[in-house]
């Protein structure tokens, strides 16, 4: 379910019901309840812990976040840490992908920015005893949230500035 994003529901479906049953007719099909009560919070801790320690193993980490609206017109903010590994393998994590009600001032963005940082114990600097560097758009909402947040230091896309000059012309 998780890795094909599939929904809880997908254990009452026939189709999927008759598959099972004819790979395996004693198999009794776990409930929709215990997919998401059970089995995903498990999953979830797992995976969690799992991040948790690669960031804390990390070489040097940074931060990344970005507004985007969806179809449906609902504004995301996600935050994105980036890390280096002592075999020098990059390795990202998707840490919050947040609905956001309010609007996209640099305030609100704080807010959701520093909540990353804080669930995912971000707050002491990376293994190399340097700052956690936040990446962002050249926005300056992105200026103002990153300062609120007390980060450092932060770095502007060199792609979103080549593209802004780019439009210039």
Request: charged share 20%; hydrophobic share 40%.
């Amino acid at each position: 379910m998780a890795k094909d994003l599939r929904p809880f529901s997908v254990v009452d479906n026939g189709g999927f019901r008759r598959l099972v049953n004819t790979l395996e007719p004693k198999y009794a099909i776990p409930s929709r309840p215990y997919f998401s009560r059970t089995v995903l919070p498990a999953l979830y801790k797992e995976t969690k812990a799992k991040v948790t320690q690669s960031l804390k193993e990390a070489e040097g980490i940074s931060i990344t976040t970005d507004g985007w609206t969806s179809r449906a017109t609902q504004s995301y903010i996600t935050v994105t840490a980036h890390v280096m590994t002592s075999e020098w393998e990059m390795r990202s994590f998707v840490l919050q992908a947040r609905p956001l009600f309010t609007s996209h001032t640099g305030l609100n963005i704080a807010e959701v920015l520093k909540s990353a940082v804080l669930e995912w114990e971000l707050n002491m600097t990376s293994n190399n005893n340097q700052g956690i560097a936040v990446v962002t758009d050249n926005a300056r909402n992105m200026d103002v949230a990153v300062r609120e947040a007390g980060r450092s230091p932060h770095i502007k896309y060199f792609a979103h500035t080549l593209n802004l000059a780019s439009k210039r012309v």
